[in-house]
C-alpha cells in the first residue's frame, strides 16, 4: 500500500511538472520574426512593440527623444571613447537625419535645437529574440567570463559623444590569472537577455538600401523580480525555470493570434519597463536597457559595428563588447603575435597590449569589416578552441567566418509579407551539422544554433541547474557563446 501510494504522489508530481511546460515551439518563443508580429499595429508607435515607446518605457517620456537623438547624431559626428575615435559615416546625415526632420516638419539647420518625434523614428521591427542562454554561458564558462568586456557600469556626467575613463589592467601575472573577469560588465545577468531588432527604413517604410540593424538589448530580471520580488537573483535553477517558463508561455498559442499578441506584448512590457520592478526588490540595475548594437552597411564605406551602453538617464558610445581591436586580426602582424602570446600565457583579455614600444588597445569602440563571409581572428598559436570563442564572439567573426554569414543574421525581408530572413547559422536546427565556417581554419559549428538554445530551454523548463553535467558538456564543447 506505502508503495502505490508514493507512487501516486511521485505521478502527480511529475504531471504538474509537465503541465506548465508546453511543446516549444521556435518560433514562438526563441526567434520572434513572424509578419504578424513584426508588421502588426503594435509594432508601431505608441505601440508596446515599436522603438519610440521602448525607449519611452525605459527612459521616461521627457528623455526619451533625447536620447534618440544623441543615438542618431552620434553616427553624424567624429566621436571619442576611450581615447579611440569613431568616424562619422558619410550618409548619416542623408540617409537618416535628414528624412527623419522631413517628417518631423523641423527645418532648422542647427541640429542641437531639433527634438525629434518618436513617432516618425525610421525603424522598423524585425525580430524579437530570447537570449536567456547567455546567463548560462556566462555563468558557467571560464573562456565566456573573460571575452564579456564592456564596461557597463561607467557613467559619463553628460548626453552625447565623451570620452570614458582608462581602464586599469591587472599589475602582476598573478592578479591577472586570479581575475579572469577584471574586464567584465560588472554584474552578471541571471535570467540572460530579450533582444529587439530593428531594421533602419527609408521613408515610404522600406528597408533602407545596404541594411541597417538596431538591437535593443534588455535585462530580463523582471521576469524573476515579478515572481519573487525578493530574489537574490543569482543563476539557480528555480530562476532560470521562472524565466523560460514565462516565455514558454508564448507556445500555448496557436498561431500568432490576439491572445499571444497580448501575451508577448505583456512579457516584453514586464522586461523593459523600470516600472514593473517591484519596489521592495533586491534589483540595484538602474536601467533595464543594457545597451544598443549597431550592423550598419548603409552609412558608409564597408560594415561598421557599434555599441551605445545604457544608464539611467543616458545613453553613451561605448568599446563593443568581447569585440578585439580590427588591427590583431592581420595573421601575420607584431599586434596578432603579441596578443597570441599574452592570450596563450594568462587566459585572459588585457586592456592593451605592448607591441614594441606602443600600448595599443585590445577592445575597440567601433569595427569595420570590407568583406564579411571570410573574416574571423586567427591568433597565432592560439588553441582551436580559445581562438574559436574570442573570435566567435567578436562582431566581426560572429557575423562573418566563424558563421559562415554575410552580415546579418537577421535581415528584413525584400516585403514586408514575407518573414524576416534568417541566416543558415541561426536556423539551424540540425544537431549533428558539421558545416566548416572557413576553409583555411579548422573551425566548425558543431551543432546548430537553433538547436542549441532549443536544447538550453528544454533544460531550464526542467529547472536544471548550471552545473548540470549536460551543462559542463556542452561548454567542453564549445558550444555556449554569449555574443
Not at 539611467?312 to 586580426?329: T, V
Request: glycine share 4%; with cysteine; hydrophobic share 35%.
Amino acid at each position: 500500500m506505502k508503495i502505490i501510494i508514493h507512487l501516486f504522489i511521485l505521478s502527480s508530481i511529475v504531471l504538474k511538472a509537465a503541465g506548465d511546460r508546453h511543446p516549444i515551439k521556435p518560433e514562438h518563443e526563441l526567434i520572434i520574426t513572424s509578419p504578424s508580429v513584426v508588421n502588426s499595429k503594435l509594432a508601431k508607435y505608441p505601440g508596446p512593440l515599436s522603438f519610440g515607446r521602448l525607449l519611452e518605457a525605459n527612459y521616461g517620456k521627457n528623455i526619451a527623444p533625447e536620447i534618440a537623438k544623441t543615438f542618431i547624431l552620434s553616427f553624424a559626428r567624429d566621436t571619442t571613447v576611450n581615447e579611440q575615435t569613431i568616424p562619422a559615416r558619410e550618409l548619416a546625415k542623408d540617409k537618416v537625419i535628414a528624412p527623419w526632420q522631413k517628417k518631423d516638419g523641423y527645418t532648422d539647420s542647427n541640429l542641437d535645437r531639433w527634438r525629434p518625434n518618436l513617432a516618425n523614428a525610421p525603424f522598423k521591427l524585425t525580430a524579437i529574440v530570447n537570449r536567456q542562454d547567455i546567463a548560462i554561458a556566462s555563468s558557467i564558462s571560464p573562456v565566456e567570463r573573460f571575452v564579456r568586456t564592456t564596461a557597463t557600469t561607467q557613467v559619463p556626467p553628460t548626453f552625447g559623444p565623451t570620452t570614458l575613463p582608462r581602464q586599469t589592467p591587472p599589475t602582476s601575472s598573478r592578479s591577472r590569472r586570479r581575475t579572469a573577469a577584471y574586464y567584465s560588465s560588472g554584474f552578471t545577468l541571471p535570467a540572460g537577455e530579450m533582444r529587439l531588432v530593428y531594421c533602419l527604413t527609408n521613408q515610404d517604410g522600406s528597408p533602407i538600401e545596404g541594411g541597417m540593424t538596431v538591437i535593443l538589448e534588455f535585462d530580463q530580471r523582471n521576469l524573476i523580480l515579478k515572481e519573487q520580488p525578493e530574489s537574490s537573483l543569482q543563476v539557480t535553477g528555480e530562476n532560470n525555470h521562472l524565466v523560460a517558463k514565462r516565455w514558454n508561455s508564448l507556445s500555448s498559442h496557436e498561431g500568432f493570434n490576439l491572445d499571444y499578441m497580448d501575451d508577448l506584448c505583456d512579457l516584453v512590457s514586464t522586461v523593459a519597463s523600470k516600472e514593473n520592478t517591484p519596489k521592495n526588490s533586491r534589483s540595484r540595475t538602474p536601467s533595464r536597457l543594457l545597451r544598443i548594437r549597431t550592423n550598419d552597411s548603409a552609412l558608409g564605406k564597408g560594415r561598421e559595428f557599434r555599441q551605445f551602453n545604457s544608464a539611467e538617464k543616458h545613453l553613451f558610445p561605448s568599446l563593443l563588447s568581447a569585440s578585439i581591436n580590427d588591427r590583431f586580426y592581420e595573421e601575420k602582424s607584431k599586434s596578432n603575435k603579441a596578443l597570441s602570446r599574452y592570450i596563450n600565457r594568462y587566459k585572459v583579455l588585457p586592456e592593451f597590449v605592448e607591441v614594441g614600444l606602443i600600448k595599443v588597445p585590445t577592445s575597440t569602440a567601433h569595427s569595420i569589416v570590407q568583406e564579411d563571409q571570410d573574416t574571423m581572428w586567427n591568433g597565432r598559436a592560439v588553441r582551436s578552441q580559445l581562438r574559436r570563442h574570442i573570435s566567435m564572439n567578436s562582431c566581426i567573426g560572429c557575423h562573418g567566418g566563424e558563421t559562415g554569414t554575410s552580415g546579418f543574421h537577421l535581415a528584413p525581408p525584400v516585403h514586408s509579407s514575407l518573414p524576416t530572413l534568417v541566416s543558415s547559422f541561426l536556423a539551424n536546427q540540425d544537431t549533428k551539422n558539421r558545416q566548416k565556417s572557413n576553409s583555411k581554419i579548422k573551425a566548425f559549428n558543431k551543432s546548430g544554433e537553433l538547436a542549441r538554445r532549443l536544447k538550453i530551454q528544454k533544460l531550464l523548463l526542467r529547472r536544471a541547474v548550471v552545473r548540470d553535467s549536460v551543462f559542463d558538456r556542452m561548454t567542453r564543447r564549445d558550444d555556449l557563446t554569449i555574443h
